[in-house]
């Protein structure tokens, strides 16, 4: 990995895979996220979304501030905690 610029530590995604998805054409930052799986992990994309955001702008010529945030998905149906850390019985 050395020399690599990683982007997403959650999903261990490279600066060099978001520039060549956004050179081959994608430039809309939702397909960017379901492509890459950033902002996916357990930071929700606290580190890596913003840094996707400054990337895109300079690839695309565009102000960071108008590249709209992804939109954040909640759960069909809610989940209580203890089922996801193995403490409920579903």
């Known amino acids: ?3 690599k610029k990683i982007v997403c530590r959650c999903n261990d995604v490279t600066a060099e ?3 060549a998805l956004i050179d081959s054409g ?3 930052i939702e397909e960017v996220k379901r492509l890459l799986r950033i902002g996916m ?3 929700q994309g606290r580190t890596c ?3 996707v ?3 895109l ?3 695309t010529g565009r102000k960071p501030e108008e590249i709209p945030l992804p939109k954040a998905k909640v759960p069909i ?3 209580r905690v203890e089922v996801l850390v193995g403490g409920g019985d579903g």
Do not use: N, Q, Y
């Open 77 to 79: 149906r809610p989940v």
């Open 41 to 43: 992990g357990p930071c």
């Open 17 to 19: 895979e978001v520039e």
């Open 49 to 51: 979304i913003p840094i």
């Open 53 to 55: 955001i400054s990337i």
């Open 26 to 28: 994608i430039t809309d």
């Open 57 to 59: 702008a300079r690839k």
């Open 1 to 3: 990995m050395e020399g």
